[in-house]
């Protein structure tokens, strides 16, 4: 069946590899699900027919661009080097769709040209899974973000423009609409898609996350790149590894935008409804659940383990912040760790200054570790008073020296002369 779905593609090279990785995996011992042992033969026609049509379009396509770089036309340019681009990644070869996409840059002048061409870019990066140069694709993305802001304000201010020429003139009227470009709009989406998914893979899982809830739904259509469950799925397990209770509500479950995300994936909704009512013992259980589902995604697979320990920990620490003490036995229970694991966990949490509690291992308890406020209270009524009791002396001191006619002249720190 793997082969069947890669041959209704141009992936000549995946498919022979796919062939023999399931080859060699075949003459190891393993089976297929239905217990079958037989491969089907190398498609050789295929191979050769989709190379045919691949090399065919690739003399059409770099025809076509000689003559637009005849031609000096810079728009025509640029879609000449996307389509080459498309091309590429049609048949799988990201590196040289990556390149083609790059040498774009040249001719890509205008704010929604220049986010076309950073999309475009960042898409083969996700197909490469390795993201070069992130530093120069971070600021690429600022200076779109910035510009983004501008045209925002700026079509703001014709908007209320016209509102107040209306009003003016005695027209009523609903406040204005401000026009997007949708193109635009989507190119930035796609944009914030694929940094999201290079702070993911970077481990920066609450840039991650943020980046995730700010897409916008209805210009998230890019099924080649991420769908919406798969934006479900990553932002939903990076704000649970990182956001407080707070940020969690209103970032992720009080988000219309990313609601209808959620939507799309149901089982994690509710895993983080779970983890949001502190029933940290049915998350992890859920969690569990689909773990081996989350470990065939290729993107998140590398994250799952490090997410999980990430989001128990922060769950331990938002467990106890309502309580003042709390049984080991239990908390172990709750978290699913052993009693070795659980004090270890403890330990390192309590050295780390992020758990402000003392174990106490002859009651097997975790107690807070909350300051001596009688303590605090009477040092400072100490301080006070031995204060006190220098400015007394020091008065008591001067009035007798004046009484008895003695006076001692300075000079204070801006030079006045005191007695």
Known sequence: ????????????????????????SLASGLKGEDGDSVLPKLDDVWVRETKKIHDSKME??????????ANSIKESIRRGFDDIGYHFLAAGDANNALKAFNSSRDYAEGLKEQAHMLSNRLKACVYLQHFPNPNQ?????????AGLERISAGLVKDAK??????????IVAG?????????????WNLIKACMALYQMSAGEYTKAADLFVSLNPESCDFPDVIVGRDIAQYGALCALARYDRQTL???????????SFLETAPEVRRMVEKFYTSQFGEFLGSFNEHRNQLMLDLLLAPHVDGLLAQTRTHGMIEFFRCYDSVKLEDMSREFCYTPAELHEELVKLILSGRLPARIDSLNQNLNRDTPDVF?????????????????????????????????????????EIFL
């Open 1 to 24: 069946m793997v082969l069947k779905n890669i041959q209704k593609t141009s992936e000549v090279a995946l498919y022979t590899k796919v062939h023999e990785d399931l080859k060699s």
């Open 60 to 69: 059409k396509l770099e025809h076509d661009l000689k003559n637009y770089k």
């Open 137 to 145: 694709l971070q600021e690429n993305m600022r200076d779109i973000e």
């Open 161 to 170: 423009l016209k509102d107040a020429k209306e009003k003016e003139g005695g």
């Open 175 to 187: 406040p204005s609409v401000v026009a997007t470009d949708s193109q635009l709009d989507r190119s």
């Open 249 to 259: 509500k209103e970032k992720v479950l009080s988000n219309k935008g990313f609601k």
């Open 375 to 415: 303590m605090e209270s009477a040092l400072k009524v100490k301080q006070n008073v031995d204060q006190l009791k220098i400015d007394l002396h020091v008065a008591i001191l001067r009035s007798n020296l004046a009484r008895h006619g003695f006076s001692i002249r300075g000079k204070d720190d801006r030079g």
